[in-house]
């Protein structure tokens, strides 16, 4: 089977948005910043207060809860924005490029504008699912990306992949209600 399609921007920035949210050093990492900075301006906060200097102390406490709250939206921004400067520095010349996946018996043979590689389909470690993508992610750390809306055999790439799942047993996850958080 074999299938082509085009890769934009917005393919590697949902590629790494969703890595990134699957990352248990990322989500550690950010849960980390939410509470630390939290309690180091409540520290203040009550530092002040307990000087009785009620205005900062107010503020300072304010601010703890403000970076509580908010803190989730501004790094949601934040990961976007690294992410697209990222992708613009590493991977800009890939963009509209057309690419083509050849599923030959043991391997994938992935065609793009720079050469070939015959990638083993048996080094497939998952594959995972969300709402307009499908990840193959590959014992070497590599995964392609596949837009679902630019491959036109849709169906028959779904039925290489269920089999790909079951005859080398690994985690077909699908997080089709995923959304980057």
């Known amino acids: 089977m074999k299938i082509e399609y085009t890769l934009e921007k917005i393919d590697f920035i949902k590629y790494q948005l969703y890595s990134a949210s699957k990352s ?23 530092l002040f207060f307990a000087l009785a200097d009620l205005l900062p102390a107010m503020i300072f406490i304010g601010v703890a809860i403000a ?17 697209e400067k990222y992708i613009d520095e590493n991977y800009q010349n ?14 994938i043979i992935a065609t793009d504008y720079l050469g070939e590689s015959r990638l083993k389909i ?6 995972n699912e969300i709402n307009d993508y499908e990840f193959l992610k590959f014992s070497s750390g590599e995964s392609l990306i596949v837009p ?11 039925n290489t992949l269920t089999e790909i799942v079951t005859e080398l047993s690994i985690n077909h996850n699908i997080d089709s209600g995923w959304k980057w958080k």
Do not use: A, T
């Open 24 to 46: 248990e050093r990322i989500i550690k990492s950010r849960k980390k910043s939410r509470i630390s900075m939290s309690i180091i301006y409540l520290i203040f906060g009550l």
């Open 67 to 83: 970076w509580y709250f908010l803190q989730p939206y501004y790094m949601k921004k934040r990961y976007v924005r690294h992410f």
């Open 94 to 107: 890939r963009f509209g490029k057309p690419v083509s996946l050849d599923f030959n018996g043991e391997y």
């Open 122 to 127: 048996k080094e497939i470690v998952e594959v």
């Open 148 to 158: 679902k809306d630019r491959v036109e055999n849709i169906n028959e790439l779904n």
